[in-house]
Structure formats: C-alpha cells, structure tokens
C-alpha cells in the first residue's frame, strides 16, 4: 500500500487493485484543497482503474533510460518492477506537489546536493553522465524517455539570494533538472534543445532559466514548480487532463486534447492571454520541426487545485526532424499529422482563439522574426563548436523549411 502526499500533508490510500488495476482512496476527513488532481475532486467513493495508476500517478514515472536503470538496481529476485516499484522508488522526489511513501512511513524528500556549475563546467570529466545517473536516478520522479536527473544545486540558496529572492535553507527537494542524452543516438541533443528554448523565450513565451553545458554534454533548467519558500506549485501535463496513459500521449488532436482542454481547466481570468500563448507554442513546433509536441509536452501549473490553473512554462523544444527526417506532427491539427500550412495555422488560431486574423499573423510574424533572431546565434556558436556544425546547419535548414511552409505560406 502507498501513502499518498499533497503539499506536504496525507491525502490518501493507493493499492493495487484485481489483476492488473490499482485503487486510490481519500482519507477520510481530506480537506478539498488536498485533491490529488483538478480531474480528481475529493469525494468518499474511491477511484479505481483496471490497468496501470490513475494518470495523475503515472504522470511523473521515469520512461526509457531512466526507468531501465531503475528496473535493473531495484527489481526483486522475481525479476518483476511494476508501476507500483517505481512509485516507491521514485515517489519522495516528483516533480508537483505529489509524494509517495509506504503508508506507515513519514515524508522525507532530502535529495543529495551537486553543484550545478559542476556539470556546466564539465569539472568531472567523462564519467559525469554514469555518475549523475547512478547518485540521482532514486531521486528522479520525472517523465521522459531521454535521461534526466533531479539534484539539489549547493549554489541554489546563495544565488537566488542575488536576485532578492531566496530559497528556504531548510529545503531539501530537488531545485534543477539535468537533461543529458545518449551521443551515438541524438548527436548535439542538449545544444538543440538549448536553441529551440532560444527561439521560444523570443516569441515572449515563458521559458525557465536554463543553461547548456560548456562542451553541449548536458542542459540544466530551474524547476518551475519551485516555490520560494520550498513549497511546490501543482504540474498536471496534457495526458493526466485528458485521462490519457502515458503510453496514449501521441493520441489526440491540438484542437481539441490541447486547446479545448486547456479552455476547460484553466478557471482563469488569464485564459485568453494563455490561449494566445498555447497557439504561440503550437505554431513554434511546426516552424522548428518538433515532432514530438505530445500531451505530456503541455501542461498547466496552479497554486490551488481549485482555483486558477495557468499555462505551464515551455518545456521540450527540439527540432526532431534532423534526427528522423520524415518526423511530422505528434498530434493532429486538421485532421492530419503533416506539418501545418500558414493558412491551416492562421484558420486553426482564429477558431481556436478568437483571435483577430491580424492578431495571429503578428504571432506567426513574431515566430518568424525570433527564429531568425537565433539563428544568428546559432552561426556563431557553430564557429566556437566545430562538433557542432554538422547538426546545427541542418537544425537551420529545418528551421527554414518549417518557417516557410507554416509561417510565411
Ligand atoms: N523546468 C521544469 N520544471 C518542472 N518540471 C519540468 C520542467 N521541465 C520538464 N518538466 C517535467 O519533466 C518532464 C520531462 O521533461 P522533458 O519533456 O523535457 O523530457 P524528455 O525526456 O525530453 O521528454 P519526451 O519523452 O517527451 O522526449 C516533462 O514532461 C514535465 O513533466
Ligand atoms: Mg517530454
């Protein structure tokens, strides 16, 4: 059985279920600002799925590597490691304002300190990904199929101090995400991804801060669902809205799994700006050939499971195709998976929207002029990282092509 937290403070009773399913429980008592998600109100009459966790509890589970090197330390004698060994695994240490523990045991996050500066300056030297894997993988309650780790940077405290806002020195979660990525499979992955965030905190997106490692080895970003006082903000991505499995999040459409959700949950007085920023997002995918726009690449942040839900800081980005030429859309937009015309983005925002048509080609407009802006950036990083030329002429050439065909047509 497993003991399930929010902000800090017990929720309820999560055990597995028949064959296959698991059964979640409220405590009796649980206050409704406890809800474990804004899809799952506090009520008496449990919540039961056949097979798997409910979405809000699979929504953090490490996928590919990481949950591969999990399975290989931690699975018992009987070779079995289900859903339910990663939560134990993995559940004092999540992204969101979810823990797990067994039921009789007590919160206790503590996730080892790393300098940050470390990993950016490759101070460590070759072995650094095994390392951080194997130190960080049992604190890592994060999705994904490309590695990543969280860690606590020992700098944290004293740099956010400079910028007046400081971090409670009693806090002992995770401040960082490290994202490293396998070389012969993704080459130049983290300087992708870098340029694409580039392009997208340009457009006036919201972006957290995130750094590329001086030799492109890794990207670390600042959680966004950090408060200052070590509290946490609540994170539900697209598939958990859409009482989705992981494994269903190429399943859906923009209009309706993203857009139209998103206007269903957002309870915000903000949702038109938000609308504009989620059509901004959705538009910066086709230009930058991302094919990997999926409904766990969305989300939404709140402060109250019960009030305003907000459009989650940007997450994600890469340029998919150069690495799986024929790559097109994770979702569809009009019935189809292939890459968008202008005029299929300017209907699409229009409808979606209520945006003027003027207002949506100014946004497809201030796409065009940010991609351009980075690409500038991009040359010169080309001419101080030779290794990286190969790629980052063709993350170029991609640009252009889905800047031509979804911007500019
Ligand atoms: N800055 C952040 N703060 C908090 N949570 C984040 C942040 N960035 C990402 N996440 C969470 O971590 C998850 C994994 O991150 P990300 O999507 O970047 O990894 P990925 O391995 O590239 O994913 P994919 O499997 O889609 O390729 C996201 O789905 C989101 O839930
Ligand atoms: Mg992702």
């Known amino acids: 059985m497993t003991k399930v937290w929010t902000d800090a403070a017990e929720a309820g009773l999560l055990d597995r279920h028949a064959e296959r399913g698991s059964t979640f429980a409220y405590l009796p008592g649980t206050a409704a600002a406890r809800a474990v998600s804004v899809t799952m109100p506090v009520r008496l009459e449990s919540w039961t799925v056949p097979f798997g966790l409910p979405p809000i509890f699979e929504?953090?589970?490490?996928?590919?590597?990481?949950?591969?090197?999990?399975?290989?330390?931690?699975?018992?004698?009987?070779?079995?490691?289900?859903?339910?060994?990663?939560?134990?695994?993995?559940?004092?240490s999540q992204v969101g304002r979810i823990r797990y523990t067994g039921d009789q045991e007590q919160l206790n996050e503590d996730v080892p300190f790393q300098s940050?500066?470390?990993?950016?300056?490759?101070?460590?030297?070759?072995?650094?990904?095994?390392?951080?894997?194997?130190?960080?993988?049992?604190?890592?309650?994060?999705s994904g199929v490309q590695p990543k780790i969280l860690l606590r940077d020992e700098n944290a405290f004293a740099e956010m101090e400079q910028t007046g806002h400081r971090l409670s020195?009693?806090?002992?979660?995770?401040?960082?995400?490290?994202?490293?990525?396998?070389?012969?499979?993704?080459?130049?992955?983290?300087?992708?991804?870098?340029?694409?965030?580039?392009?997208?905190?340009?457009?006036?997106?919201?972006?957290?801060?995130?750094?590329?490692?001086?030799?492109?080895?890794?990207?670390?970003?600042d959680r966004f669902d950090l408060r200052m006082d070590?509290?946490?903000?609540g994170f539900e991505d697209f598939c958990v809205l859409n009482a989705r499995r992981t494994d269903e999040k190429y399943r859906g459409s923009y209009e309706t799994s993203i857009m139209k959700r998103f206007g269903q949950f957002a309870n915000s007085t903000h949702v038109s700006d938000d609308m504009e920023k989620l059509l901004t997002l959705i538009a910066?995918?086709?230009?930058?050939?991302?094919?990997?726009?999926?409904?766990?690449?969305?989300?939404i942040v709140y402060d109250d499971v019960q009030g305003e839900a907000r459009l989650a800081p940007v997450y994600d980005l890469v340029t998919t195709s150069v690495y799986l030429p024929k790559d097109s859309l994770a979702l569809t937009l009009n019935g189809t998976t292939q890459w968008p015309s202008a005029k299929d983005l300017r209907k699409f925002g229009e409808t979606r929207t209520g945006a003027t048509p003027a207002k949506v080609r100014s946004i497809l407009e201030r796409i065009h002029e940010a991609i351009q802006d980075t690409a500038r950036e991009v040359r010169s990083y080309i001419k101080q990282h030779p290794e990286f030329e190969e790629l980052g002429q063709r993350m170029l050439q991609?640009?252009?092509?889905?800047?031509a065909t979804s911007l500019r047509s």
């Not at 990481?66 to 009987?78: N, Q, Y």
């Not at 070759?126 to 993988?137: Q, S, V």
């Not at 070590?230 to 903000?233: A, F, N, Q």
């Not at 910066?284 to 989300?299: R, Y």
Request: hydrophobic share 40%; net charge neutral.
């Open 230 to 233: 070590g509290t946490y903000r």
């Open 169 to 221: 020195q009693s806090y002992k979660g995770a401040t960082h995400i490290v994202k490293l990525w396998e070389p012969n499979e993704y080459p130049q992955l983290a300087a992708n991804e870098y340029f694409c965030l580039t392009v997208a905190r340009k457009c006036g997106l919201d972006v957290p801060p995130y750094r590329l490692a001086e030799d492109g080895m890794a990207l670390v970003i």
């Open 284 to 299: 910066l995918n086709c230009a930058l050939h991302n094919g990997d726009a999926h409904l766990k690449n969305f989300g």
């Open 116 to 142: 940050v500066d470390e990993i950016l300056e490759r101070k460590r030297g070759g072995d650094l990904f095994r390392y951080l894997l194997e130190k960080f993988a049992s604190f890592s309650g994060i």
């Open 59 to 92: 929504m953090n589970l490490p996928e590919g590597v990481l949950r591969e090197r999990l399975r290989l330390v931690f699975a018992k004698a009987t070779g079995t490691f289900d859903e339910f060994d990663l939560l134990s695994v993995v559940g004092r």
């Open 398 to 403: 991609e640009w252009e092509k889905g800047s």
